[in-house]
């Protein structure tokens, strides 16, 4: 009997007890290698001795100031970290407490910009298909997640939707890379000019796909291609990096491999590490211009933002990631990763693709690999693959609806940037267990 109402109401769940480095204990003592970071936040692993030094430190010192009344030292250095190696033209911070927080402050700082500036008129996002920006009524509006969305429908604000770019399922046999790319990108051109030039507020993207279809990175040029665009109509870029960013992919932020920046830029899951709950806006200097120039603040708030306890966390995350070099284990065990998928998965008759950045990696499970045809939603493929790794002590993150919100399922990986060589060949062996049986149970 349990008086918590958990996401799934019937599903039998194991007591999670302790965490050292890549892996989660249960009660029963036994062990699972948390090869997704739960939904990829753990960047860390459990229990690193560094960020419990500092939370210690922090809570003896201070637990909590309200922003309304004080500023902290830890939540000040964190935007100093943070804004160092922002993407060119961020240069402030928002702290808040997860994702989907961070996305609604980044859509109202983007209505309020054009507020600022005078032109009211602008009221449209525009998002992609197949996307996940979070669970509040905001976020989840501008998500493109059908399963997610449907049945809270009558209570979200209108949105627009374009179609990912998804090479796997959308590029044309024959494409080319560069030819599919501009075609991508031309959906949010029209798309702008079919609500109006002058009507559009921001375009928000994942940079790399994360939990809607399974760590698929853009074609080289789209994101180019879509920040001229943008730029072409004075339109916001908002990057959702709350998934793929703070080193996932190699790169401190996913976008750095695409050569462009946002005009605000979303952050979470790794800022912290899972450590406490923090996420944060990175916005540019234009749009705290505008503000501090003209109404002189940003109407939003929570009670919990800039928690110095959830500051310090993030600050310590960042600074170990930065001391101890991990981007470039990232780099290099991502690709170690991606050979192993490739050599366990790559003649596989059910993964019809093979992607991701970095420790970011996702395969596409398909009922037969010639005619790229999903399995049948039915048989929930994705959530045997769960249960099938859970039972080898593999923690990844299988989901549905990878094609459409109904049909298709994937299978993410993002493991902590810790991991060695034999940690990711034993994940992956795990994980080709798990995805056999899984299969055979459906014959
Ligand atoms: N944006 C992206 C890209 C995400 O992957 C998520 C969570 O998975 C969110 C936003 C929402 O974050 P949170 O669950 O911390 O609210």
Known sequence: MTHLLHRAIHAQLPVAVAGKGIELFDADGKAYIDAS???AVSCLGHGHPDVIKALHEQLDKMAYAHTGFFTSEVAEKL???LIEDAPAG???VYLVSGGSEAVEAAL???RQYFVEKGETQRRHVIARRQSYHGN???ALATGGNEWRRSQFKPLLIETHHIDPCYAYRFQTEGESDEAYAARAAQQLEDKILELGGDQVIAFVAET????TIGAVPPIADYFKRIRAICDKYGVLLILDEVMCGMGRTGTLHACEQDGIAPDLMTIAKGLGGGYQPVGAVLLSGAIFEAFASGSGFFQHGHTYMGH????AAGLAVQEILKRDGLLANVVEMGSHLEARLSER?????HVGDIRGRGLFQGIELVHDRSTKTPFDPALKLNARVKKEAMARGLMVYPMGGTIDGKTGDHVLMAPPFIVNKQNIDTIVERLGDAVDASIASIR
């Open 37 to 39: 970071g739960g939904a």
């Open 79 to 81: 935007a100093d970290r």
């Open 90 to 92: 961020l240069d402030h």
């Open 108 to 110: 109202k700082m983007a």
């Open 136 to 138: 509040t009524l905001g």
């Open 208 to 211: 790399v796909v994360g939990a």
């Open 308 to 311: 110095p306890m959830a500051a």
């Open 345 to 349: 998965f790559g003649n596989h008759y």
